[in-house]
């Protein structure tokens, strides 16, 4: 997987964020390591995009990337046509009520000391009233998200995760965003709060009209809400394409693993099995970065990098060899 | 269910009560469970049902301020009459224990081996250079590569997955007849999920083990365990073999929790149903069915009676009064659609846009 290249990036005017060739590199002890490796997405106007990968493939880097914590390396991140990597720290600051996040940990991310009113309200303080909400209209927004407004005075602590993660939704539509950015909003939540929460993002997706970003572990979620999914592996896109479109046809040699592993599921995927480590990200494989555990790798997978390249309606996947249905191949 | 010479384990109305600051609190209430040898079961649940409680409680893992009544008999020995002399070699060596996160289950300042081997000498009194052969032995079967050299490394150096391994590894050493395994996979990618429980499968079988494996994922419980019981609130809601728990499941509970879960198989976008409501205080435990505030069938009856666990066809517990798919279930259901509102005062307007 290697995938670099931007074909599947979309000529829209509803293109909301356009990302192109991102690469985020950390310093470590001895040298760099790349968690981000030429990625290139885009984000349409109310639509939500499901990223999905295993740990340290840089699903979260590269959402955290477009809202410029960390700022990329190189690359450019297109947010209604400005770059935001050329902005100075004055100028990005004017962009950032537009670009809000959830983040996974619903008690941590909340300030333990102050009351729920205002952790929601903080962002109407610093800007000023902006679009649909104000300061006075908090206890309209508690009750959109589910929260009694008379509880506006207690603290985090007083809640459950579920109504915590209820509450980071409120502050994170008070300022009347255009992008959300998600990371792994229910993954400590147990499954019973966690379709209460993904129906309220689906409500107040719909309702007020944001695009999301949406970042799990978990495929069975990330297909549930996402229009459009992008498989990630160490750094690269796998494989992009419509949520049902790619359950259905997967065609990447990895995203088949990965649905072939979910538990339970009638697998439409033939068994795989992913046997070897995944190799370290600060010395990644030569050519496809998969080659080390695919079943089909040969060597032109271990020295070309495969370019992302159309399979189907939308549907994009960076590998030499797909599994394709036999008459498509070619 | 079996007679008591094939059963591996038998817990008898067991009972954990925790005294807090807040009062006493009932984790496990009255829990009883047969597992037959080579059986595996799976105890799914949400966090609070008790699940990791009850796991903990068999192995002699209770916290401080907890008591427990009701007897337990692991391999035929009552583990209450158990001398001070056997008990020091029973947990650990016929019964062990696989923990949920591998970061926190190992040592950090000693190396695999030593950690491998501490129990083997502890418990089977074996020799250095037997007890090392045998680690590497353990690490070959559960799948790490070149074993000789990660006896010498710290958890550190190892992945989340290998470090799983490992702590299988060490519940194995002294080859219990008895796995527990709580949570074993909950840290870990799918993908490493997949391979860890085919591991753990695969043991089983080899060495005719019995497996307690405690989930919160239906989906993981049901590919990996001959039979499957549902709790919430310390209780057992049901128990049966887990394709009859799937084809033919009896308590709104259990219906509830598939229900809540996203399919991979539905369509995006296909809505998702909740549980309404919050599970119960178990500071103040209801007198009826604890789920009766949250469930679709519930008649005043079940807000005054708790019902008992009983064998509605062979093998297939439940423990409701109005069960799934039968004429009073059916008849419940739709009585309370039809007021709008559960014998418990649950509204269903709401729920039933939800439930649709």
């Known amino acids: 997987m290697a995938g670099s290249g931007t074909a599947h990036l979309r000529d829209d005017p509803r293109v909301l964020v356009r990302v192109e060739h991102m690469v985020v590199e950390f310093p470590i ?19 939500t995009l499901g990223i999905v990968g295993e740990s340290g493939c840089g699903k979260s880097t590269t959402a955290r990337a477009v809202i410029q914590m960390p700022r990329p390396t190189s690359g450019s991140v297109l947010f209604r046509g400005t770059d935001l990597t050329q902005l100075s720290a004055e100028d990005l600051r004017s962009v950032r009520p537009d670009l809000q996040m959830i983040f996974q940990d619903p008690i941590s991310s909340l300030n333990p000391r102050r009351t729920v009113h205002d952790i929601i309200a903080e962002g109407l303080r610093v800007w000023g009233d902006r679009g649909e909400w104000s300061i006075d209209k908090i206890d309209e927004l508690m009750e959109a998200v589910g929260i009694d ?51 309220l993002l689906e409500d107040m997706k719909a309702r007020y009209g944001v695009s999301l970003m949406f970042i799990s572990h978990d495929l069975s979620v990330v297909k549930n809400i996402s229009d459009r999914v992008m498989v990630m592996y160490l750094g690269k896109v796998c494989e992009v394409a419509g949520s049902d479109d790619l359950f259905a046809r997967p065609t990447h040699h990895y995203t088949r693993a990965l649905m072939a592993a979910i538990p339970g599921s009638r697998a439409i995927v033939d068994e795989q099995v992913l046997e070897a480590e995944l190799p370290s990200a600060i010395d990644p494989p030569a050519g496809c970065r998969f080659n080390t555990r695919c079943p089909a790798a040969t060597d032109e997978c271990r020295s070309v990098e495969p370019q992302l390249r159309p399979v189907g309606d939308g549907h994009f996947v960076a590998c030499h060899h797909p599994h394709l249905p036999v008459a498509a191949a070619s | 269910m079996s007679d008591d010479r094939s059963n591996m384990l038998e817990i ?27 059986e595996s079961i799976a105890i799914v649940g949400e966090s609070g049902s008790g699940k990791s409680v009850l796991a903990r409680t068999l192995i002699g893992l209770l916290a401080g301020n907890g008591t427990r009544t009701g ?17 020091k070699h029973f947990f650990g060596v016929q019964a062990a224990m696989v923990f949920q996160d591998p970061m926190t289950s190992l040592n950090p300042v000693k190396r695999i081996g030593a950690q491998l081997t501490e129990s083997m000498k502890y418990h089977l009194d074996l020799p250095s250079n037997i007890a090392n052969d045998r680690a590497i032995a353990l690490l070959r079967q559960v799948h790490i590569p070149s074993p000789e050299r990660r006896l010498r490394q710290y958890p ?35 993908t490493v999920q997949k391979t860890i429980l085919d591991v753990i499968d695969e043991l089983r079988a080899e060495r005719n083990m019995s497996l307690i494996l405690i989930t919160h994922d239906l989906g993981v419980a049901e590919g990996r365990a001959d039979r499957i019981g549902v709790m919430y609130a310390g209780r057992l809601m049901e128990l049966a073999s887990a394709k009859d728990l799937f084809s033919g499941m009896r308590h709104p509970y259990t219906q509830a929790l598939l229900r809540s879960i996203p399919n991979p198989d539905r369509p995006s976008h296909t809505r998702l149903h909740p549980i309404p409501g919050r599970p119960p205080d178990l500071l103040n435990p209801p007198t009826g069915c604890a789920f009766a505030a949250r469930c679709r069938h519930a008649r005043p009856e079940c807000v005054d009676n708790k019902p008992p666990l009983i064998e509605g066809s062979a093998g297939h517990f439940f423990a409701c009064h109005f069960p799934v798919g039968t004429p009073e279930g059916e008849a419940a259901l739709a009585e309370n659609m039809r007021a709008g509102v559960t014998g418990a005062g649950l509204s269903l307007d709401e729920a039933a846009e939800e439930f649709v």
């Open chain 2, 156 to 190: 550190h150096e190892l992945s989340g997955g290998m470090r799983q391994r490992v702590v299988i590894a060490m519940a194995l050493a002294c080859e219990p007849r008895l796995l527990i395994a709580d949570e074993p996979t909950t840290a870990l990618d799918v």
């Open chain 2, 71 to 87: 007897s337990i008999r692991i391999g035929g020995k009552d583990i209450d009459a158990l001398t001070k002399k056997e008990r």
């Open chain 1, 149 to 199: 407004p008379r509880y506006g005075e207690r603290k985090p602590h007083q809640f459950s995760g579920g109504q915590c993660q209820r509450i980071s939704i409120a502050r994170a539509f008070v300022l009347d965003p255009k992008v959300i950015i998600c990371d792994e909003p229910v993954s400590a939540l147990d499954v019973s709060v966690q379709a209460q929460i993904l129906n």
């Open chain 2, 12 to 38: 008898d109305d067991l009972r954990v009560e925790f005294s807090t600051a807040a009062g006493s609190l009932s984790a496990v209430d009255g829990v009883s469970l047969q597992l037959a040898e080579k």
């Open chain 1, 29 to 47: 002890h001895g040298g760099t390591v790349q968690a981000v490796s030429d990625v290139s997405f885009d984000l349409i106007e109310g639509e």
